[in-house]
Nanobody
Framework: QVQLVESGGGLVQAGGSLRLSCAAS????????MGWFRQAPGKEREFAAY????????YYADSVKARFTISRDNAKNTVYLQMNSLKPEDTAVYYC?????????????????WGQGTQVTVSS
């Protein structure tokens, strides 16, 4: 079955950076829009960023715009999330997801496959 495996999470001080990776297997990677979502304790899962199949279009939530950058390497079936200037409020479990058909690409229901998540903790 399809697998999305995130890595790169960890503990970082405020102002620091992390780079998340998500390796996909058993799917036609270029057929999918890829997204990153996050879920903080006690909160709903929220959209962070997405990237179109060829990387030509990207979109960010206002909360991460200008600090996070999403990218993909279709040769490696991998999507990345570079996170800079991290804040304590960025603390969450980060999930990557794949969507075959999208509307806004910002809603969880649009995504067909999900990874297991990676924890990001930002200390103040």
């Amino acid at each position: 079955q399809v697998q999305l495996v995130e890595s790169g999470g960890g503990l970082v001080q405020a102002g620091g950076s992390l780079r998340l990776s998500c390796a996909a297997s058993r799917l036609t990677f270029t057929a999918y829009t890829m997204g990153w979502f996050r879920q903080a304790p006690g909160k709903e899962r929220e959209f962070a960023a997405y990237i179109s199949w060829n990387g030509g279009n990207t979109y960010y939530a206002d909360s991460v715009k200008a600090r996070f950058t999403i990218s993909r390497d279709n040769a490696k079936n991998t999507v990345y999330l570079q996170m800079n200037s991290l804040k304590p409020e960025d603390t969450a479990v980060y999930y990557c997801a794949a969507a075959g058909r999208i509307s806004t690409a910002t809603a969880t229901y649009e995504y067909d496959y999900w990874g297991q998540g990676t924890q990001v903790t930002v200390s103040s």
